[in-house]
DNA sequence: CCGCATCCGTGGCGATACTG
DNA sequence: CAGTATCGCCACGGATGCGG
């Protein structure tokens, strides 16, 4: 496997689409069910909105979660996971349980 | 799960010992056997030697691989996985196979 | 409430040259 | 050959304020 191939290769793909510093928690979150934006930026204190909105655009545009607008004023917007979103689940799993672990062994 | 647990969750660490650039890539290397650290710079002609390092020191002090130097004249320094770096073995193939899978719909 | 524009600090990554 | 030193870029994340 050369750099070329490595780039295409499916982990590095998968790696790529988890990467930004919000997405696993906002993938958390989901799972729990359909979210409010401003509940899920409750949640996360830390985080400006701008870069909320763009973790969740890039993840909606990447096919994992779905924005769903009922419209009228004040604006209301759901976040939920997509059917490709959801089949994350088994994976961060395994990311969760490997990285459980992993501290175990270093205590 | 509020953002202080987020950060010391499993799935977290994990993915924050496999965010540099070319982690997963030395990783796949390893795999297939000890590497000299000339033969794995020649292989990634895009990295530059002190991010190669930076990388390799990083994965070593995460327990992850294994730095072996034979003394002498030109230096010799291979670059393994640990036992518990071997333990990502499953991860890495469950995460190129999600990516793979991931490819295809999106074709 | 939701989204966008603007500005900015920081760190990961890279290029290059040098040492033992 | 393996590793270090120096310099610079730029994308990411963050703070703040405005508008629909």
Avoid: H
Avoid at 54 to 73: C, D, H, P, S, T
């Amino acid at each position: 496997m050369n750099y070329e191939e490595f780039q295409k290769c499916g982990a590095r793909v998968t790696l790529s689409l988890l990467a930004g510093k919000w997405k696993p928690l906002i993938l958390f979150y989901l799972f729990t069910g359909s979210q409010r934006f401003t509940d899920l930026w409750r949640i996360m204190p830390r985080v400006s909105k701008k870069v909320l909105l763009e973790q969740l655009k890039e993840m909606e545009e990447a096919g994992l979660i779905r924005r769903v607008e009922k419209n009228g004023f004040p604006p209301e917007v759901f976040y939920e996971l997509s059917e490709q979103g959801r089949t994350l689940g088994p994976l961060l799993k395994q990311l969760d349980e490997w990285g459980d672990n992993y501290i175990q062994t270093k205590e």
